[in-house]
């Protein structure tokens, strides 16, 4: 009788647990947290993959503890969107792919590159055009307060800023392809400020609307950054460690996990989930990695869904964003953050639950925890006859 009053005891704090409060979740920022839904080539502000955000991804695994509010499945018709911002998705989630912290222009060039009469020099009047870039941070940060105010949202995720450096270094060359320097994008003080103080301006407004929790992750760099770029996010970094975290915000590096998680190998920077590995770098093919057949759970506007061999890839099919599996240790930083710094007791996804998003083979459970689990049961069912 003890026993089983003990384990009675154990499933009723279990179920306390379960019932804790559910989170209401924001996400701002760029791509990165965007909703992958499509269709990209006709409104814009959503990207088209057969992957999941991690924004998805806990909405689709933790949906009974973290709300992302309601949700608008995409079509082809603009007026069905939330506006041009959220464009379809989760209520909750303001992040647009190509969003800005501060306020960018695009640098197109329409024309072709110039190049000036001295060999392999380029003109310093480049005749481009910039465009404003269609969401930054106060864009989006305007749109959520109210939700915040209204006390419908109580955290915040953000993500942003590798964008800024990109607009602001680059020109896109729509005539030829590919990219050329902005003649005027120094990456100087007054560049870093601007990005720095947008971030943490934007803080204070989220704050300054309600009681709120925020966890802002640091600025990203990527393997095509010049060394003058990578020092400039490290200025905006180094701020933003002393600067938000002095304003209560939780401050994660949000690829740590790349670098110190216990199932990737630490000289390959391969990734192993259950029984896949994954290789670092590897990009999803869209003709050989997706197909009407797929069986994951997050398919692009099409309707292709993940074949197994989608699941072995590091980069989703554009070869820009991660791919579910490492999407889904990005959403573990994000639980860990919320448990370890906001008393949540939030449980982290287990490589069962990853591979199921992904649709291939799950994980065996060990021979051992069905015999620990048939004895607890058989334990369980000779007390109570005893009783």
Known sequence: MKLFKLLLMMFGLVVSQMASAQINMALLGDSIIDDYLGPSDFIGTNTNLAAGSFGQILAETRGSQINFGSYRAPTNNSADAWDSIRNFGYEYNWATAGATASPQDINLDFNGRLVSSQPGVIDPMEDYVSLPVASNLGVQVAGLTPSITAGDVDTVVISVGPNDFFYHTNVIDTVDGGLYPAYDGQIDEAFTNLVADSILSSIDELQAAGDVDIVLGLLATIPTMTQAEIDGVGVVNARLLTEAAAKGVVVLDLIEWTVSGENVDPITGDVTIGNVVVEYGSVADRNTDLGVEGD?????????????????????????????????????????????????????????ELLSLVGVSQVPIPAAAWLFGSALLMLVGRKRYKV
């Not at 930083?333 to 906001?342: D, K, P």
């Open 296 to 352: 994951g759970v997050f398919c692009n506007f099409e309707g292709e869904c993940p074949l197994d061999s989608h699941a072995t890839k590091y980069l989703s099919e554009d070869g820009m964003h991660l791919n579910t599996l490492m999407q889904g240790m990005l959403a573990n930083e994000i639980i860990t953050a919320l448990n370890s710094n906001f008393g949540h007791n939030i449980e982290l996804l287990s490589d069962n």
